[in-house]
């Protein structure tokens, strides 16, 4: 099977240090296996969406070389294929709507939502409603190729999950799996805070029938107060001026060999080198902080 890869990026700021980290990482597991990697442009969240970062990180991958195969796909022009796909789960009753608050579910035990709504009927029509999935296909565990044997709680499993939000937008569990899927994705390279959405990600494959992709979940680089480097936590967008030294910052965190004589490399010899040097066995299982000063 040829491989396909993709980085998945949401629009709500420009690239830091961590969204670079995983950009490199799927490429250069993309282009070793010699297969295609792809962009795609998760603008599916208004409220989040940060005006002109779209075009600010295409252009940061293009200035650090890292080209992707074929057209980019915006979730904002897909929402004629996702509703069709939402109305049929409702129509085959494997969806429903709720009007549970996030007060009642927070008191629950776990915190976890309880399928109250489950036989209820409500129709959203008189009041904007969520729509949450009627889990009938809960993943217990997976297995990640960098992580190993990632297992998960019965209740985290079986909860009747959320899939268009009461605000009227399409819940990124879905949207991730329909785009994945519609981009023919055999491999998924993302970062370790979307592992614990994975278990519901593939339960959403097998209801559907589709072959569920691997899946290779990168460290995390962490700030001083051990939080994910983040748009929210306002982290540092990558200043374009030296490519160069942050591609090696990003192998070292990956765990990866570095050539010696980088500084007189160009930055595309400096991408061929990684990809022929890649290892994904290298690959640190572990979040890290970053020793160096870019943040
Ligand atoms: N859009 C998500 C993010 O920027 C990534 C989604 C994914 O890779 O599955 O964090």
Redesign the pocket.
């Known amino acids: 099977m040829h491989y396909i890869g993709?980085?998945?990026?949401?629009p709500?700021g420009p690239l830091h240090f961590g969204?670079l980290v995983?950009a490199l990482g799927s490429y250069l597991q993309a282009k070793s296996c010699y297969g295609k990697w792809l962009v795609r442009i998760?603008d599916i969240d208004p409220p989040r969406e940060v005006k002109g970062a779209s075009s600010l990180i295409l252009k940061t991958l293009e200035v650090f070389n890292l080209y992707w195969d074929d057209e980019i796909l915006y979730q904002s022009a897909c929402s004629e294929r996702y509703q069709a796909v939402l109305q049929t789960l409702l129509d085959k009753q494997l969806a429903y709507f709720c009007d549970c608050t996030r007060q009642r579910i927070h008191n629950l035990p776990y915190g976890l939502y309880d399928g109250f709504c489950r036989d209820r009927h409500l129709n959203g029509l008189n009041q904007p409603l969520a729509i949450r999935l009627k889990q009938t296909q809960p993943v217990y565990q997976f297995t990640d190729r960098i992580r190993g044997i990632q297992t998960f709680d019965i209740p985290n499993a079986q909860e009747d999950f959320i899939i268009h939000r009461k605000d009227g937008l399409f819940a990124?569990n879905l949207v991730?799996v329909l785009d994945?899927y519609q981009q023919g994705i055999t491999e998924?390279v993302?970062?370790a805070?979307?592992l614990p959405v994975t278990a519901k990600?593939i339960s959403l494959y097998q209801l559907f029938g589709l072959p569920t992709p691997s899946y290779c979940h990168l460290p995390l680089v962490l700030d001083n107060n051990g939080n994910k480097l983040s748009k929210q936590n306002h982290a540092k967008p990558i200043e374009v001026i030296n490519t160069q030294s942050l591609t090696i910052q990003a192998l070292q965190f990956l765990g990866q060999q570095i050539p010696q004589d980088w500084q007189d490399a160009t930055q595309k010899q400096l991408l061929d080198w990684a990809i022929k040097n890649w290892k994904i066995t290298n690959i640190p299982k572990q979040n890290s902080l970053l020793t160096t000063n870019i943040r």
């Not at 993709?6 to 949401?10: K, N």
Request: no cysteine; charged share 30%; aromatic share 12%.
């Open positions: 993709r980085f998945a990026p949401s709500s969204s995983t998760e990124y991730v994945d998924i993302r970062g805070d979307l990600q």
